[in-house]
């Protein structure tokens, strides 16, 4: 009986208008329900819609509100998680598509938590929701040592860098990856994220960073601010 009604409570996504389907898939990807952000997203290409459309306009906006109440302290991160979750549900179905259609992301980011720091909890949130803004994100993991990232911004060409430290003993680690990028003339190639819970903005400063974030949903907004700001500058 219980079952009937839990199934009398689904919504049927296919008998939804387009429009419908996206404010529902806003609401599923703020409940972080992965099985309907996929049939959602399988619905809206199968009715026409290119999957950048469907990424922007579903999935993009989607996170966009989740990035905004978890800035306001309205989302926690266990939550916050679970809408990732279901963002990559989607994406896992878009990204060959995208990659097809040749559509350009927003941008690239190399994100990585720096030596001797092994936190990586919110260096996971700050790049998914730079997926969900629509970046690429070449994630190295925990405890990047120098080499390492110059390895990786050599192979992948990034916009930005961004360094996760959650320890004040890792924090001073920025400093070293940022001086041997200026010591290799390669500073002003990238520009430089930093955040993590002993962090501020006076830190970032001091250490020659681009912008300090503090939080995931700070440095989506971040990202896209100083690409557009580089890209203002190029033309
Ligand atoms: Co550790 N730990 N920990 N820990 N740990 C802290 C950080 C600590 C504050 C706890 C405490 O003592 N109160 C303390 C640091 C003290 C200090 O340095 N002043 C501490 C310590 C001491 C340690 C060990 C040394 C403990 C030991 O072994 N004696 C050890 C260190 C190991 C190492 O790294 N070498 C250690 C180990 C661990 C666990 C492995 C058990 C586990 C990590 C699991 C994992 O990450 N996979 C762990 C955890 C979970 C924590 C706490 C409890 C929670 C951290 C977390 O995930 N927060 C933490 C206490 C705390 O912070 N309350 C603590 C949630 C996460 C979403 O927030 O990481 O801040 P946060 O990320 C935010 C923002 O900071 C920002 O956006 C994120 C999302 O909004 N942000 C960025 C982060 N990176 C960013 C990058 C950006 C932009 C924004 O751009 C690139």
New binding site residues.
């Given amino acids: 009986m219980a079952e009937v009604e839990v199934l009398e409570d689904e919504i049927d996504l296919s008998a939804l208008s387009d429009e419908e389907l996206v404010i529902q898939m806003h609401d599923d990807l703020y409940d972080g329900l992965a099985d309907e952000i996929f049939e959602g997203t399988t619905i809206l290409l199968g009715r026409g819609w290119g999957p950048s459309k469907v990424l922007d306009e579903a999935l993009v906006e989607g996170m966009r509100i989740v990035g905004i109440d ?1 800035r306001d302290g309205i989302l926690f ?1 266990p939550e ?1 998680l679970l809408s990732a979750n279901a963002m990559k549900a989607g994406m896992g179905i878009l990204r060959p598509l995208l990659a097809e259609t040749g559509a350009l992301p927003v941008g690239k ?1 190399v ?1 990585g ?1 720096v030596k ?8 996971n ?2 790049g998914m ?1 730079l997926e969900g803004a629509g970046f690429e994100v070449i994630d190295l993991g ?2 990047t040592d120098v080499e390492e990232f110059l390895g990786a911004l050599d192979e992948h060409k990034p916009d930005i860098l ?9 924090m001073p680690y920025m400093k070293v990856v940022i001086d041997t990028l200026e010591a290799k003339s390669l500073r002003s190639e990238y520009m430089v ?7 501020n903005l006076e830190f970032a400063e001091a250490i020659g960073a681009d912008a ?8 989506a907004e ?1 990202a896209k601010r100083l690409i557009a700001e580089r890209r203002a500058l190029a033309a």
């Fill in positions: 978890f991160v916050v980011v994100i938590t001797g720091d092994i936190h990586d909890i919110g260096k949130l700050v929701m925990i405890n961004g360094m996760s430290a959650l320890l004040t003993t890792t994220i930093v955040g993590g819970a002993p962090l300090y974030c503090r939080d995931a949903a700070v440095a971040t």
